[in-house]
T-cell receptor, first 111, second 109 residues
């Protein structure tokens, strides 16, 4: 039982490049979310999903896309990376509202 | 607007002292609140949720709807309690979980 697995752990991008942050969970959780963590700003919700085929925007969705084709996977796509997207990204999943299990994070630097 | 406020960025106490980490929320609906903790070099983990009314690692939190608060308390702090603590709120109409900005607790020996 791996829980929530995020890849990669570290990534450096050039401005304008695109990439996908991967997130997978093996707990059959319906709820999944993506957050970014920045100093002094806590965790801010980017996108979330309440089940396969259903996604919605969080607090800071601009510049990011998501899809949920399966219960297990919830990838986050950066369309055209900007320095403002330098952050630590966390994926999380839950069986119910609020009781989330978090991944170990992806540290992204955009230069 | 829905919001979770943690007014203290840093709280420093000595071992054995009482601890209170403050959390206030702004939400028009019926709130469901949580405390999460992130120890150094570890992933974020759920500490407790108000509907469970349980004590985890000696921590308790009571929902006060009149004061719109959900403060986290522990009567005697331990060095291993040093971590980043986040208060969070579920928005029932959208199922979003939103976080406060966090409070770093430092417990000195």
């Amino acid at each position: 039982n791996a829980g929530v697995t995020q890849t990669p752990k570290f990534q450096v991008l050039k401005t304008g490049q695109s990439m996908t942050l991967q997130c997978a969970q093996d707990m059959n959780h319906e709820y999944m979310s993506w957050y970014r963590q920045d100093p002094g700003m806590g965790l801010r919700l980017i996108h979330y999903s309440v089940g396969a085929g259903i996604t919605d925007q969080g607090e800071v969705p601009n510049g990011y896309n998501v899809s949920r084709s399966t219960t297990e996977d919830f990838p986050l796509r950066l369309l055209s990376a900007a320095p403002s997207q330098t952050s630590v990204y966390f994926c999380a999943s839950s069986r119910d509202r609020g009781g989330y299990t978090f991944g170990s994070g992806t540290r992204l630097t955009v230069v | 607007a829905q919001r979770v406020t943690q007014p203290e960025k840093l709280l420093s106490v000595f071992k054995g002292a009482p601890v209170e980490l403050k959390c206030n929320y702004s939400y028009s609906g019926s709130p469901e609140l949580f405390w999460y903790v992130q120890y150094s070099r570890q992933r974020l983990q759920l500490l407790l949720r108000h509907i469970s009314r349980e004590s985890i690692k000696g921590f308790t939190a009571d929902l006060n709807k009149g004061e719109t608060s959900f403060h986290l308390k522990k009567p005697f702090a331990q060095e291993e309690d040093s971590a980043m603590y986040y208060c969070a709120l579920v928005l029932y109409n959208t199922d979003k979980l939103i976080f406060g900005t966090g409070t770093r607790l430092q417990v000195f020996p």
